[in-house]
């Protein structure tokens, strides 16, 4: 067969035709055709003979240039193949046979012959080599493409990305060879993992800890991360992971003294030590410190606590990493820097690892890039990675953005400390994530008493043969006289005798609990007290503050064309703030911001449609009706104020509630807010809610304020859009744990959101917020309920004049008031009156006592619009066990609202009335 018939037997009319088209647009033909006509330009520029009448011909009339063309053009084309599919055969797998893909490296798939091995091609320039034979430039591709790295890069659809990771890989790579200083510090940071994890399992046995044995390359790997990050500049590094390895990073990269680790084996803690909460196991909790780097640099590594939940902490980092640069780098994206190590099974199969990855570019969460780590054991619990995920590689979501995948082998430690050093080179030249997906193995079952053969019997039969990584690299050093084995053994004893000393001083004298350090930043806040809940604290503001920022949000720059609906809305604000002295929800809200921002308070929100509202009642920001420039008030209120960072988010919920949480967590004197687009959307970020909001402080010692606004109300948009479940957060209320909160009226609103800085402690507060009463006319309160006051958790009824009179207390909380209010005034009656819980948690008891005690022998009706098994009733049943209540509300239901009008207004009309009858 002519091994150029895939050339001659084409439509020489059309190969022409799409060769004009390149030249004129490279990018207007497919990335195949344009390496071939790149291949071709190539060979016309470098290539011999040039087209003169004497040029010797091949076959039928065709020159030897033009064979030599041909044949450049396939050497660029196995170069092209090596690059993008190299890693499909490289050696990365220590303990299996990669599986076989359908992949032809071989130089006679391109159409080259073993006649051209000797040949001299010029292409070999491509990887950075002189003219050469093709068998040194396949021996060259094979050493870079067919190691214990496989680089998977080409896919990247950025010509200067790809260019630098060329001459990474095929120059820097190829002759890559640590200095001896470097060897020494992997093999320390090595034996320091290795002889760790054994001594954890000869001393307690059978105990969970969920070792790193098999992957102990990790350890050397962060070491470089964070010294090379330190080294380019980056001051602090901002770790999430899971649970496997998590000790062994504790102590060996933070610093966590072994004492400190041997005590919680220990379990010397006692329920007398429990004051500060319940606590968590061993391998959950969190740690900071200062880190002095080799290269006289001083960076600053947390590892952050967290649960179970496999990547869920993963946007809580991102999150904390972009509060910290916001706040203390000044938004400089290059010194905060955020590890997320994943493990295999989990990165593939947890859908909040794509939303994390997702928001990497995106303005409102970027940190940077993120540099992922994946542990990968091939393994997740008992589930071999063919049950696990449909794609190749368990890394397959970095193609979503474009980043680059180093697949390393995980007994080889220089190719992982190489491919660390690559990983924050790439960040800090591009900001953008990278994935290193390291290849090891689990030693142990999925902890240490589970018995893996059960699932993989003949994976594990080589396991339990196979020498542990810092063997590996003992053999290698010394097979290489790099150092002496005595060295080696030395290092192992010397670490074993440290390790068997803490233990032994742990036995003979055991560490008093302590409870986790806390952070810098939070080391101005208290903890909270019972008695901080009877009284809020003052939140008024002065009548030149209301003014400043009324004057922001009615007026806009010269020449900025607003659309006519802003137009009306920029006249009926002017009118609230400075004619009628009223203030709707959206001015109160507006308000709160302007007024903190002024007192130099940072101000975040984010979530879906935020900066206009979900409801059209925000508008934070305008945009101008010819030129779309936005323009935002509240960041032009005087040049001393604080920034007012806004962000409409991508479509998550899970993700950004995360990363809102986390950028809450590194900033206490900040506001931050979610806002939900409806309230019952806030089901989707449930883990967050149950594994942080709610127990991070009794789990962890770790307060938070971010604010959750959550849209609520029965109104008939059916089952979807009526209720942000508020059963849910109040089972999950105790111990002072968090705010839930269903205010009625804007002024409250807004000292309900100052009070969440002004207190000197910090709680997560979930709001039941509006949708109706955004514009009811009813909802409005005067500009003298900003300037004095506090957020009243208890509101008694404004239309009682003789409480003498009154037989009948209704408590309700949220929109439901103002239905009341109308069959109230409707029925002209004076012996009703209608109590409103704005806070429902922490319940505040004295402050209800105090209004129910003008009442006396009234009867008591809890009314809510909510089914029986839903709303606030079982929590009053909970809180309220003295009082002899009546219950309204719908009847219990498996949905939480009908999907029919007609129905919902019946069921509506019914229990407003029954709150008056029963």
């Known amino acids: 067969m002519d091994k150029y018939s895939y050339i001659s037997n084409a439509d020489v009319g059309y190969v022409d035709q799409l060769y004009q088209n390149y030249k004129n647009d490279p990018a207007s033909v497919d990335p195949t055709w344009q390496k071939f006509f790149e291949g071709f330009d190539f060979s016309q520029q470098h290539g011999g003979a040039g087209n003169g009448s004497n040029v010797p011909t091949v076959g039928s009339g065709a020159t030897v240039s033009d064979s030599m063309s041909i044949k450049e053009t396939q050497v660029r084309n196995l170069i092209f193949q090596y690059r993008s599919f190299g890693h499909l055969k490289s050696n990365t797998n220590p303990v299996r046979e990669r599986r076989n893909h359908t992949v032809y490296l071989d130089h006679k798939s391109v159409g080259l012959t073993d006649a051209d091995l000797d040949a001299e091609f010029d292409v070999a320039s491509e990887i950075g080599m002189p003219r050469a034979t093709l068998r040194k430039i396949i021996e060259k591709l094979q050493a870079v493409y067919l190691g214990p790295i496989g680089f998977e890069h080409n896919f990247i659809r950025n010509d200067d990305i790809r260019a630098w990771l060329y001459q990474k890989i095929e120059k820097e790579y190829y002759s890559y060879n640590p200095s001896q200083d470097e060897k020494k510090r992997i093999l320390g940071k090595l034996n320091e993992a290795v002889v760790f994890e054994n001594f954890l399992h000869t001393k307690f046995l059978g105990q969970k800890r969920f070792s790193l044995e098999g992957g102990e390359n990790t350890i050397p790997a962060l070491n470089t991360i964070i010294n090379k990050a330190a080294e380019l500049d980056v001051k602090e590094v901002v770790i999430g992971m899971a649970h496997r390895g998590r000790l062994n990073v504790l102590c060996n990269i933070l610093g966590k003294t072994y004492e400190q680790i041997f005590t919680e084996f220990e379990g010397n803690v006692t329920p007398e030590n429990l004051t500060m909460g319940d606590g968590d196991v061993k391998y959950h909790l969190g740690y900071s410190s200062h880190i002095n780097t080799p290269s006289g640099q001083k960076i600053y590594v947390k590892l952050t606590p967290n649960p179970s939940h496999l990547e869920a902490v993963d946007p809580l980092v991102l999150g904390y990493t972009r509060g910290q640069i916001d706040?203390?780098?000044?938004?400089?994206?290059?010194?905060?820097?955020?590890?997320?190590?994943?493990?295999?099974?989990?990165?593939?199969?947890?859908?909040?690892?794509?939303?994390?990855?997702?928001?990497?570019?995106?303005?409102?969460?970027?940190?940077?890039?993120?540099?992922?780590?994946?542990?990968?054991?091939?393994?997740?619990?008992?589930?071999?990675?063919?049950?696990?995920?449909?794609?190749?590689?368990?890394?397959?979501?970095?193609?979503?953005?474009?980043?680059?995948?180093?697949?390393?082998?995980?007994?080889?430690?220089?190719?992982?400390?190489?491919?660390?050093?690559?990983?924050?080179?790439?960040?800090?030249?591009?900001?953008?994530?990278?994935?290193?997906?390291?290849?090891?193995?689990?030693?142990?079952?999925?902890?240490?008493?589970?018995?893996?053969?059960?699932?993989?019997?003949?994976?594990y039969n080589i396991i339990a043969k196979h020498p542990n990584p810092r063997e590996i690299y003992v053999k290698k050093l010394v097979d290489r006289a790099d150092v002496d084995g005595a060295l080696a053994d030395e290092l192992d004893k010397n670490f074993r005798n440290q390790l068997q000393d803490r233990l032994n001083e742990v036995k003979q004298k055991p560490l008093p609990y302590k409870p986790q350090k806390i952070e810098e930043e939070w080391e101005q806040m208290r903890w909270a007290k019972a008695e901080d809940f009877d009284k809020s604290p003052d939140t008024g503001i002065k009548e030149s503050m209301i003014e400043k920022v009324g004057k922001a949000l009615t007026q806009i720059p010269e020449g900025f064309k607003p659309l006519k609906q802003i137009e009306k809305l920029l006249k009926d604000r002017t009118t609230a703030f400075f004619e009628d002295k009223v203030l709707g929800w959206a001015e109160a809200e507006l308000l709160a911001y302007g007024s903190l921002l002024l007192d130099k308070t940072p101000v975040r929100m984010s979530g879906q449609d935020v900066k206009r509202g979900t409801f059209s009642h925000r508008h934070a920001y305008?945009?101008?009706?010819?030129?779309?420039?936005?323009?935002?008030?509240?960041?032009?209120?005087?040049?001393?104020?604080?920034?007012?960072?806004?962000?409409?988010?991508?479509?998550?919920?899970?993700?950004?509630?995360?990363?809102?949480?986390?950028?809450?967590?590194?900033?206490?004197?900040?506001?931050?807010?979610?806002?939900?687009?409806?309230?019952?959307?806030?089901?989707?970020?449930?883990?967050?809610?149950?594994?942080?909001?709610?127990?991070?402080?009794?789990?962890?010692?770790?307060?938070?304020?971010?604010?959750?606004?959550?849209?609520?109300?029965?109104?008939?948009?059916?089952?979807?859009?009526?209720?942000?479940?508020?059963?849910?957060?109040?089972?999950?209320?105790?111990?002072?744990?968090?705010?839930?909160?269903?205010?009625?009226?804007?002024?409250?609103?807004?000292?309900?959101?100052?009070?969440?800085?002004?207190?000197?402690?910090?709680?997560?507060?979930?709001?039941?917020?509006?949708?109706?009463?955004?514009?009811?006319?009813?909802?409005?309160?005067?500009?003298?309920?900003?300037?004095?006051?506090?957020?009243?958790?208890?509101?008694?009824?404004?239309?009682?004049?003789?409480?003498?009179?009154?037989?009948?207390?209704?408590?309700?909380?949220?929109?439901?008031?103002?239905?009341?209010?109308?069959?109230?005034?409707?029925?002209?009656?004076k012996d009703t009156a209608i109590v409103r819980l704005e806070q429902l948690a922490p319940f505040p008891e004295k402050q209800l006592k105090a209004v129910l005690k003008k009442y006396k022998d009234a009867k008591l009706v809890w009314a809510q619009e909510e089914p029986a098994n839903m709303g606030a009733l079982s929590y009053i049943v909970r809180v309220m066990p003295k009082y002899n209540l009546e219950f309204v509300s719908r009847k219990a239901s498996a949905s939480p609202a009908t999907g029919y009008v007609k129905v919902h207004k019946v069921e509506q009309d019914k229990l407003v009335n029954k709150a008056f009858e029963i």
């Open 622 to 829: 305008f945009f101008d009706a010819n030129t779309n420039e936005p323009y935002c008030g509240l960041n032009n209120l005087d040049k001393s104020q604080a920034k007012f960072h806004i962000y409409n988010s991508l479509l998550s919920e899970f993700g950004v509630l995360g990363f809102e949480y986390g950028y809450a967590m590194s900033s206490p004197t900040a506001l931050v807010l979610w806002e939900a687009q409806f309230g019952d959307f806030v089901n989707g970020a449930q883990v967050i809610i149950d594994q942080f909001l709610s127990s991070a402080e009794s789990k962890w010692q770790r307060m938070n304020g971010m604010v959750m606004l959550l849209p609520h109300g029965y109104e008939g948009q059916g089952p979807e859009h009526s209720s942000c479940r508020p059963e849910r957060f109040l089972q999950l209320s105790a111990e002072y744990n968090m705010v839930v909160a269903n205010p009625t009226t804007p002024a409250n609103f807004f000292h309900l959101l100052r009070r969440q800085v002004a207190w000197p402690f910090r709680k997560p507060a979930v709001v039941f917020s509006p949708k109706s009463l955004l514009r009811h006319p009813s909802v409005i309160s005067p500009l003298k309920e900003f300037t004095e006051g506090a957020f009243a958790e208890v509101l008694d009824d404004p239309t009682i004049s003789s409480a003498k009179e009154v037989n009948r207390v209704i408590l309700c909380s949220g929109k439901i008031y103002y239905d009341l209010v109308e069959v109230q005034q409707k029925k002209k009656t």
């Open 327 to 459: 706040d203390e780098y000044k938004g400089e994206l290059s010194k905060g820097l955020a590890i997320l190590i994943h493990g295999d099974a989990a990165v593939a199969g947890q859908g909040i690892v794509y939303e994390v990855v997702q928001m990497s570019g995106l303005p409102g969460y970027t940190t940077g890039g993120t540099i992922h780590f994946v542990i990968n054991n091939q393994v997740g619990f008992t589930t071999d990675y063919d049950d696990a995920r449909t794609s190749i590689y368990c890394t397959d979501i970095a193609k979503i953005v474009d980043a680059p995948v180093l697949h390393v082998n995980g007994d080889d430690a220089e190719a992982v400390n190489f491919a660390a050093t690559l990983a924050v080179e790439y960040r800090n030249k591009f900001g953008k994530d990278i994935f290193i997906d390291m290849l090891c193995y689990r030693r142990h079952g999925h902890n240490e008493s589970d018995e893996p053969k059960f699932t993989q019997p003949k994976l």
